[in-house]
């Protein structure tokens, strides 16, 4: 990835993001040598890595599908990462034309591909912020142009909670995201655990801890009280590839295999839609 003298304020790019490492996972090009140099040695610790991640993003879609499918077509994502091809916008508007994205993220890198890669994409912006800081959110005037949190919305938090410590700011900022969500809106999350492969994942959270971009896995119980206030979808929280996998695709050998938890929660009540 070459800036020149355009590199964006606050970018320091010997300092490893997850955005840009997610991105070299993802086969991306939006990465410095920094990030390629944490990825490959997570690579070197877990080689489907790259396999794992691309799970990642078909749970992303089915969440999104089914979302859309039940007639939620405004979508959130917070910790949107770099939304290179094949991210909500193409699933949501897919399914429907009239779907609008927001993209959120903390990593100005994101953002400002995010604004490249949706120039000409109707209803859709990549928006810097933070997920903890959910009022300020709300009150972005980009958000709030293509968001109407009066009606439901399928607030997408992917691979991002396990970037946030446990604390008073995290459990604050899903009270308030629960809160706002008009019913019939939809919380898709996935997670990374340790509760299968708990050595290779322990590794990989040690480099991620020394490299500035701290990790914290998390098990099955500790997701689900990520989900308190909403209903759970069934399956519930379950391994990736088996949160209601495409009939048509190939099926897989061994879901833990993937380290990832998924669910998805619908806010009890009356749409109104
Ligand atoms: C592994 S990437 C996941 C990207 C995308 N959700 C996906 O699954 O394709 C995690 C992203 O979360 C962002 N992130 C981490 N903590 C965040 C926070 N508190 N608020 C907003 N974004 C955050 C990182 O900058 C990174 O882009």
Not at 28 to 53: C, Q, S, Y
Not at 97 to 103: E, K
Not at 111 to 133: E, Q, S
């Amino acid at each position: 990835m070459t800036y020149g003298l355009h590199l964006p304020m606050g970018v320091d790019p010997n300092r490893p993001s997850a955005s840009r490492i997610y991105d070299y996972f993802l086969g991306g090009t939006h990465n410095f040598a920094a990030d390629r140099a944490v990825a490959e040695r997570a690579i070197e610790l877990v080689p489907e890595l790259p396999k794992i991640m691309k799970a990642n993003r078909a749970f992303l879609h089915r969440a999104v599908r089914h979302a859309v499918a039940d007639g939620v077509t405004q979508l959130l994502d917070l910790g949107a990462g770099i939304p290179t091809e094949g991210n909500v916008h193409d699933a949501a508007l897919a399914a429907d034309p009239r779907a609008r994205v927001v993209y959120v993220d903390r990593d100005p890198v994101a953002v400002l591909h995010g604004n490249d890669l949706l120039a000409g994409v109707p209803n859709a912006a990549t928006v810097h912020g933070d997920l903890l800081d959910p009022e300020a959110l709300q009150d972005d005037p980009q958000i709030r142009a293509l968001l109407d949190f009066d009606r439901p919305v399928c607030i997408l938090m992917i691979a991002v909670l396990h970037f946030v410590p446990d604390g008073p700011a995290l459990d604050a900022a899903l009270a308030h995201y629960r809160t706002v969500a008009a019913p019939g809106s939809y919380l898709a999350v996935t997670h990374a655990t340790n509760s299968a492969r708990p050595e290779e994942i322990n590794r990989i959270t040690d480099l991620y801890n020394r490299t500035g971009t701290p990790l914290v896995v998390r098990n099955r119980d500790q997701l689900a009280t990520i989900f308190e206030g909403w209903q759970l979808v069934p399956p519930g929280i379950v391994y990736g590839p088996e949160w209601r996998p495409d009939p048509n695709g190939p099926p897989v050998a061994d879901p833990a295999s993937y380290i990832t938890l998924a669910g998805v929660g619908v806010k009890a009540g009356s749409s109104g839609r």
